[in-house]
Structure formats: structure tokens, C-alpha cells
């Protein structure tokens, strides 16, 4: 997994083993394991004072008598680790403000091309799908096709978006949106303002009058992930002219060093809020330094893992599924619904990752093949309704009519057949062990 901490991870893992092989732990092999971990937290761009704090505490403790006359040192240690980590990023997930005297305002600010505008959308359909009527509001009047971008999000995230063209100030807008939603019964409204490419007076001045004019509840910086240690700087500089509520970081999805996650809330103060994780709209997930502890020390993340399937698959199917599998009724048909199911829950490479023992290192250049899950789909497809029900009909003649209507081969068929038959045999026996089955419980043939 080269996404979200996937270098980190795996030189953690490495500085790990040090305390693992061993029975015992003297103060030296503290000291040494110790210096690799600092050498990978520096390596992933984390702030330097953060890291020199967190080993000063990890060590600390790491060499207690309990630690090192323990029957585990090794994994004491590691859970030090996890609970210093968890401690760093925040402890527990910062929710949002609301307003006791509605609309709620949440003012969006950032650099340009941090993904301010999409990751407006994503926060609003976040909450709409949580019960909320956002609001979105048009404040960027300077870049080329801001508002048509916001309209184009709004819309693909089915919020309505608030415009007044681009010859008013942004701080005249602000106002009229706010005044919208209030006479329009929308409960909270989002204030999507104009960026720059640095930090500039006349940027933060705007922002300023902005936040005076409309009193935000919450002001979220969304900052670039792939910036690291200048995450950091760009947290602060926005911090200290505006006095944020939170951060959204985002492009963690792509090969993100950690240096922000670890750095921000230590060195401003302000918790991460939100993190996206993909261009996606529904690609947004709340920030829980526990989970993402755990993610970073290569234990999985079983909790969003959960979630994401809960999101992709109801009560209903995974009873319907689990019967079919006692009964050994399981179709092709059925089998196209759970490779569709998968892909809903997102970024596949990520789901990977949130697997515990996932093994980090091997992951790196392993990525789950899309093209072959579209030719899976492409196959069953050019089935007929009894084909899929029952493949024991499908003979060599069928074989090549499938073959020619999904622009695939003999071979590929036979393939996905014999995959689908061994699928079933695996599936009679789990049907024996549990009652409840998940959808990622199952082998898919990729």
C-alpha cells in the first residue's frame, strides 16, 4: 500500500523487530530501536521538535522496570508506541461545532489547489447524509470558474450552492448566503473562499473580514497531506492570523509521508478534523487518531473497515447472502453484487491496508486489478439470466457466444468458471463456522 502512511508503516515495522526477537530488553536496545524510529518519523517529514518530544516520551517509559522485566518487552513497547501516537494526533476524534442559534457556519479556507472546493462538497454531503440541509456558498471571486466548479460539486453532492456572480465582495456574499439559509430553513452553510498560491496579507486580510462579518462556529484549513512539514507552516500561518477550529487534510491517498497527521495538532494546537482519501465525492472520512495509529503500526483499522461495508451492504443483503450460502444457492448474479459491493466501499488498495497483519512491505506495488474486476463484471454480464443462476449449462458453444459479447477469451471464462466453483466450496465450509458473514469475508478471483 504506497497511500496513506505506507513507507512510514513498513520502517516502523522494520525498527520493531529489534524489540520483538528478543526475550529480554536492556536499556541499550530501547535506546538503539528508539533511533530508528526517530529516523523514520524524521524520513516521513514529521516536525523535528514533535519527534524529539515523542521518542523523549516514548523512551521514558520504554525503560521502566515494568517494561523491561516484563514477559513481552517487545510488545510493550509497541503499545507505548500506539498510545504515545494516538496521544499525538489528539486522542479522540474532533467532531464538528453546531450553532445553538442556526444556520451553523463553516468557513472553508486554505492555498489553492489543496482541494478546498471538492472537500467543501464532500463535508457537505457528509453531513446531509447524516440528516443536515447544507448550504453551499460562492466566496471565491477571483480564480477562473470557481463558482462553476462549486456548482458543478454542489450538484454531483446534490446540495444547493448560493451565487452572486463575481462583481460583489466575497464578504457582501457571505452575508447574503448566511441570510439565505436562514430564511430558507437550511441549518448549516458552508463558505467556500478564495485561495491563493502562499500566504498573503491581502488573502488573510479578505478571510478576516469574512470571519467578522458572518461569526463562523467552525473554520477548517484544508491542507494538502503531500506537503508534510509544509502542512505545517501553512497550518500555523493560517492559525495564527485566523484562529482555526480544525484541519482537513487532505490527498492522503497518495503516497503521504505522515509528517502532517503526526505534526499539525502537536505543533498548532487545532485537531484534524477530516481526512479525504480519493477524488471521490463520498472519499472523506472523520479523522480518529486511535484508528490511525493503528494504521501507521501496520495493526489495521477493523472499526472503518465496518463502517465502509456497513455504508455498502445492508442487514438484509448480508442475511439473504448468508442463506444462500447454507443452502448452497449462490449464483453468479449474487457474486456480481458482492464484487460491486467491494468496489463501492472504495479506494481497494486502502481496504487492504485496513486489514490487521496486513504485511506493509509486500503491499507497496501490489495494486488490487481494476481492469480484471471490470472483466469479471464485463463476463457475467454477457451471461443469460439462466447462465448466471445455474453455470453447470454453460457448454463450449455458450463458452465462446460469452466469450465474443464481453470481449474476452475461452480461457477467461473457464478461468472465472473454475475460480467460482472453488469460490463455492470455500463458501460451504465457512457457512459451517458462523452465522454472520461480511461482504470482504469472501475470496474474490483478483
Same mark, same amino acid.
Given at each position: ?11 516502523? #515495522? ?12 536492556i536499556? %541499550? ?5 528508539? *533511533? ?5 518519523l524524521? =524520513? ?10 515523542? +521518542?523523549? %516520551?516514548? #523512551?521514558e ?17 509497541v ?10 494526533? $489528539? ?34 454531503? !457528509?453531513?446531509?447524509?447524516? $440528516?443536515k !440541509?447544507?448550504?453551499? /456558498?460562492?466566496?471565491?471571486? @477571483? ?13 454531483a &453532492?446534490g ?5 452572486? $456572480? ?12 448566511? =441570510? ?16 491563493r498560491?502562499?500566504?498573503? =496579507? ?10 467578522a ?11 494538502d ?9 501553512v497550518?500555523? #500561518? ?7 477550529? $480544525? ?16 505534526? +499539525? ?27 490511525? &495509529? ?11 473497515l ?6 455498502? @451492504?445492508?442487514?438484509k ?8 450460502? *447454507? ?12 464484487? *460491486? ?10 481496504? +487492504?491496508?485496513?486489514?490487521?497483519? %496486513?504485511?506493509?512491505? %509486500?503491499l507497496?506495488n ?8 471490470? *472483466? ?15 453455470p ?7 463458452r ?9 477469451? /475461452? ?36
Amino acid at each position: 500500500m504506497a497511500g496513506m502512511f505506507g513507507t512510514l508503516a513498513e520502517k516502523l #515495522s522494520n525498527a520493531f523487530k529489534r524489540f520483538r526477537s528478543k526475550g529480554k530488553l536492556i536499556e %541499550a536496545d530501547v535506546k538503539e530501536g528508539m *533511533r530508528e524510529v526517530k529516523l523514520a518519523l524524521l =524520513e516521513a517529514d514529521v516536525n523535528f521538535k514533535v519527534v524529539k518530544e515523542f +521518542i523523549k %516520551a516514548v #523512551s521514558e517509559r520504554a525503560v521502566g522496570q515494568q517494561v523491561l522485566e516484563s514477559l513481552m518487552p517487545g510488545q510493550q513497547v509497541v503499545k507505548i508506541v500506539h498510545e504515545e501516537l494516538i496521544k499525538l494526533m $489528539g486522542t479522540e476524534a474532533a467532531k464538528l461545532e453546531v450553532s445553538p442559534k442556526l444556520p451553523t457556519v463553516i468557513m472553508m479556507v486554505g492555498l489553492q489547489g489543496a482541494g478546498k472546493t471538492t472537500h467543501t462538497a464532500k463535508l457537505a454531503m !457528509h453531513l446531509k447524509s447524516k $440528516g443536515k !440541509h447544507p448550504l453551499l /456558498v460562492a466566496c471565491d471571486v @477571483y480564480r477562473p470558474a470557481a463558482v462553476d466548479q462549486l456548482k458543478i460539486v454542489g450538484e454531483a &453532492a446534490g446540495v444547493p450552492v448560493f451565487t452572486m $456572480g463575481t462583481k460583489l465582495s466575497p464578504i457582501e456574499i457571505a452575508k447574503a448566503g448566511v =441570510e439565505h439559509a436562514r430564511k430558507n430553513g437550511l441549518d448549516t452553510v458552508f463558505i467556500d473562499t478564495a485561495g491563493r498560491l502562499h500566504v498573503d =496579507e491581502e488573502l488573510m486580510a479578505e478571510l478576516a473580514g469574512i470571519k467578522a462579518a458572518v461569526n463562523p462556529t467552525e473554520i477548517l484549513l484544508v491542507v494538502d497531506a503531500m506537503l508534510g512539514q509544509d502542512a505545517v507552516n501553512v497550518a500555523t #500561518s493560517f492559525n495564527d492570523l485566523l484562529d482555526i477550529t $480544525g484541519v482537513v487534510l487532505t490527498k492522503m491517498d497518495g503516497d503521504t509521508r505522515g509528517g502532517a497527521a503526526l505534526s +499539525i495538532r502537536h505543533v498548532t494546537g487545532k485537531p484534524i478534523k477530516f481526512v479525504g482519501t480519493g477524488e471521490k465525492l463520498d472519499a472523506l472520512e472523520v479523522f480518529h487518531p486511535d484508528r490511525m &495509529a493503528s494504521r501507521i503500526l501496520g495493526m489495521g483499522d477493523v472499526l472503518s473497515l465496518i463502517e465502509k461495508a456497513e455504508q455498502a @451492504y445492508d442487514e438484509k443483503q448480508a442475511l439473504e447472502l448468508e442463506k444462500k450460502m *447454507r443452502e448452497q444457492t449462490f449464483s453468479l448474479e449474487d457474486f456480481l453484487e458482492q464484487l *460491486r459491493s467491494l468496489r463501492k466501499m472504495g479506494n481497494l488498495d486502502q481496504i +487492504i491496508g485496513m486489514l490487521p497483519g %496486513a504485511n506493509v512491505g %509486500a503491499l507497496k506495488n501490489a495494486q488490487v486489478d481494476e481492469a480484471q474486476m471490470k *472483466r469479471i463484471e464485463a463476463i457475467i454480464l454477457s451471461m443469460t439470466k439462466k447462465e448466471r443462476l445455474h453455470p453447470e449449462v454453460i457448454n463450449g458453444s455458450r463458452r465462446k457466444r460469452i466469450a465474443a459479447g464481453s470481449g474476452t477469451s /475461452v480461457e477467461d471464462i473457464n478461468k472465472l468458471l473454475k475460480q467460482f466453483d472453488q469460490m463455492k466450496k470455500m463458501m460451504k465450509q465457512l457457512s459451517g463456522m458462523g452465522k454472520r458473514r461480511m461482504p470482504f469475508g469472501m475470496k474474490m478471483p483478483f
